[in-house]
């Protein structure tokens, strides 16, 4: 143990402990703007430091361990004027123009500069400018980055795909795209994971409310909006509601407020997914199986890791389309000809958790209808907040509605969809219920549940054993899937989510910055699943009822047409890792 003092508090910490960490144990903020834990510790931005007696420099607490004896005054003068000069220095490279950025508000460079009162500036102010492409779902404003270079950390140590680094040096430094690429050449799975750690406004999701909006007020359109699971455990983290009161039917009002024209719940076809993606599973399973496992493909981001990464097992991705892609085809055929409408009439909306989903909607090969896109417009749940605040609704006055019928009928199996572990849950439902012909206890697979990185589990189904993994993060998909590679595992299904934690903690969900909110999330529709009537898919009634009226069974040559695909027929860059890997065993360059 270590005795040291801390703003005139003695105490005494484990050896080892960092200056930051202890402060915080007893109460004591230490503002920072670069510092993650465990992640990134640099001391880049010098906005930590605290004065030790004895010392005549500052340290930064971030990385610096406590000694026995320490004095430690985190808000002596000293350190107050150091902070305030940092705080300018690093405002005169950034565009400060706070009121138009996506941030404002919710940016912890301008909570700290408003905290020191930093109400002038007395150096010059030259902030960067370089090109990006407005069409990529990904932005990169760089009048606006710090050079934090949390950006890096998270690509690097948590997704393992580095697609950031630092470029130029002296004053020119700054952090652009490894490999001197353009972000549309790099293998980026757009997970959004770099957006949602960075501290600022310089790392954001393309804007596409003004699309919503032009389709909301064309009245040749009929505007369907589905929700994903994950969007209601967050909808309303930086409203002015109490979290209590904001249930699922607020949102639906909230989006019936805002104008369309029907609410449907992407639980609807989280369920169609399942029914399609069991029964698949199961046919492979009978007839032997494969070299590798079947791996779920509801998630963009991790279809994109996979496609860059691994392309050599990319056929053993599962053709079933995501819950998204699935609504649309639903939306844009069945739905159309329930309207009696031409599905060139119905503009589809998609409010998802996730940034990849942008990109997912883009992929000319995923669209099956009659129509030019199954989805045609999607837009984060930070956007979706954007929105509801511009409506300046009232929420104690607003009553709740519930999702339209018939695509707005869920199960519980479809709500976990948004929690890592919920995809393998809801498909051993089904899958139970299609081998023996009855259902199990809805919990009979909880151990798949959980926030460890990668887990796996055996189950008995009539006396069949079946291995299954999760993972979530693409570090650890990585490593799952180096672990199958090298033959020191062996799985028959496979569950993975780019983002850790899975779709509650989605690079298109709200920030609050230095906080991980995926598990409070994912408690939550764990909750709202035990409280559904319906926790399998397969008794659906909607379902059940577009099979018997439309698909006619699970795989069925219209079910193979709009809710299935290639994953074949779009190309992505290959990683810079795996081209050099192919150019030494062939001998030959690839562009």
């Known amino acids: 143990m270590v005795e040291l003092t801390i703003d005139n508090i003695k105490l005494k910490v484990e050896e080892g402990s960092k200056i930051i960490d202890v402060a915080r144990e007893i109460g004591i903020k230490i503002p920072k703007l670069c510092f993650l834990k465990d992640i990134n510790e640099i001391g880049a931005c010098r906005i930590c430091s605290v004065e030790v007696e004895g010392t005549s420099k500052l340290l930064t607490s971030c990385n610096n361990i406590v000694e026995e004896g320490m004095v430690i005054k985190t808000n002596s003068p000293k350190v107050r004027k150091a902070r305030r000069t940092n705080i300018e220095l690093l405002l005169s490279q950034h565009d400060f123009r706070c009121a138009t950025c996506v941030r404002s508000g919710n940016c912890s460079l301008q909570e700290i500069a408003n905290d020191l009162s930093v109400e002038t500036m007395p150096y010059k102010v030259k902030y960067e400018s370089r090109q990006w492409s407005k069409d990529f779902p990904l932005q990169k404003d760089f009048s606006k980055c710090i050079k934090c270079m949390r950006c890096i950390q998270i690509c690097d140590k948590i997704q393992s795909l580095g697609v950031w680094d630092v470029v130029n040096s002296g004053s020119r430094t700054t952090v652009d795209v490894s490999h001197n690429r353009t972000i549309e050449e790099s293998d980026c799975a757009i997970c959004g994971q770099c957006i949602t750690h960075c501290p600022v406004g310089a790392l954001k999701v393309r804007n596409d409310t003004s699309i919503v909006y032009d389709a909301l007020e064309n009245s040749d359109l009929i505007t369907v909006v589905q929700v994903a699971p994950a969007v209601r455990t967050a909808w309303a983290e930086h409203l002015d509601i109490r979290e209590e009161d904001a249930t699922?039917?607020?949102?639906?009002?909230?989006?019936?407020?805002?104008?369309?024209?029907?609410?449907?719940?992407?639980?609807?076809?989280?369920?169609?997914?399942?029914?399609?993606?069991?029964?698949?599973?199961?046919?492979?399973?009978?007839?032997?199986?494969?070299?590798?496992?079947?791996?779920?493909?509801?998630?963009?981001?991790?279809?994109?890791?996979?496609?860059?990464?691994?392309?050599?097992?990319?056929?053993?991705?599962?053709?079933?389309?995501?819950?998204?892609?699935?609504?649309?085809?639903?939306?844009?055929?069945?739905?159309?000809?329930?309207?009696?409408?031409?599905?060139?009439?119905?503009?589809?909306?998609?409010?998802?958790?996730?940034?990849?989903?942008?990109?997912?909607?883009?992929?000319?090969?995923?669209?099956?209808?009659?129509?030019?896109?199954?989805?045609?417009?999607?837009?984060?749940?930070?956007?979706?907040?954007?929105?509801?605040?511009?409506?300046?609704?009232?929420?104690?006055?607003?009553?709740?509605?519930?999702?339209?019928?018939?695509?707005?009928?869920?199960?519980?199996?479809?709500?976990?969809?948004?929690?890592?572990?919920?995809?393998?849950?809801?498909?051993?439902?089904?899958?139970?219920?299609?081998?023996?012909?009855?259902?199990?206890?809805?919990?009979?697979?909880?151990?798949?549940?959980?926030?460890?990185?990668?887990?796996?589990?055996?189950?008995?189904?009539?006396?069949?054993?079946?291995?299954?993994?999760?993972?979530?993060?693409?570090?650890?998909?990585?490593?799952?899937?180096?672990?199958?590679?090298?033959?020191?595992?062996?799985?028959?299904?496979?569950?993975?989510?780019?983002?850790?934690?899975?779709?509650?903690?989605?690079?298109?969900?709200?920030?609050?910055?230095?906080?991980?909110?995926?598990?409070?999330?994912?408690?939550?529709?764990?909750?709202?699943?035990?409280?559904?009537?319906?926790?399998?898919?397969?008794?659906?009634?909607?379902?059940?009822?577009?099979?018997?009226?439309?698909?006619?069974?699970?795989?069925?040559?219209?079910?193979?047409?709009?809710?299935?695909?290639?994953?074949?027929?779009?190309?992505?860059?290959?990683?810079?890792?795996?081209?050099?890997?192919?150019?030494?065993?062939?001998?030959?360059?690839?562009?």
């Open 248 to 591: 699922t039917n607020l949102m639906v009002a909230a989006l019936k407020k805002i104008g369309f024209d029907y609410v449907f719940d992407t639980d609807f076809s989280a369920d169609l997914t399942i029914m399609e993606e069991a029964s698949e599973f199961l046919e492979i399973y009978t007839s032997g199986g494969r070299e590798y496992p079947l791996f779920t493909s509801c998630c963009p981001g991790w279809v994109r890791f996979m496609k860059s990464q691994y392309p050599d097992m990319v056929k053993y991705l599962s053709t079933s389309k995501s819950p998204q892609q699935m609504f649309g085809a639903v939306a844009k055929s069945y739905y159309a000809d329930i309207l009696g409408v031409d599905p060139s009439k119905i503009c589809c909306v998609s409010v998802m958790p996730c940034t990849a989903k942008k990109q997912e909607a883009d992929i000319e090969s995923i669209n099956d209808t009659r129509a030019k896109k199954d989805v045609d417009i999607v837009i984060t749940t930070r956007e979706l907040e954007k929105m509801i605040k511009a409506e300046n609704i009232e929420f104690s006055k607003l009553k709740e509605e519930s999702f339209d019928t018939p695509l707005g009928i869920g199960s519980g199996a479809g709500v976990i969809f948004g929690a890592t572990g919920g995809v393998m849950e809801a498909a051993l439902r089904s899958a139970y219920y299609f081998v023996t012909g009855e259902n199990t206890s809805p919990d009979a697979f909880e151990s798949v549940r959980g926030q460890q990185g990668w887990r796996d589990a055996k189950f008995s189904i009539a006396e069949n054993q079946i291995n299954i993994a999760v993972a979530s993060g693409l570090k650890n998909a990585r490593n799952l899937l180096e672990a199958l590679k090298r033959g020191d595992v062996n799985y028959d299904f496979v569950e993975i989510m780019a983002c850790p934690g899975g779709c509650a903690g989605g690079g298109g969900q709200p920030i609050k910055d230095g906080c991980e909110l995926a598990h409070k999330r994912a408690s939550k529709l764990y909750n709202l699943d035990k409280k559904m009537y319906l926790r399998y898919s397969h008794e659906n009634p909607a379902i059940q009822k577009i099979y018997s009226d439309y698909f006619e069974k699970t795989n069925s040559n219209i079910a193979h047409k709009l809710l299935h695909t290639d994953h074949f027929e779009w190309s992505m860059p290959l990683s810079p890792i795996f081209s050099l890997k192919v150019e030494e065993e062939f001998d030959f360059h690839i562009e």
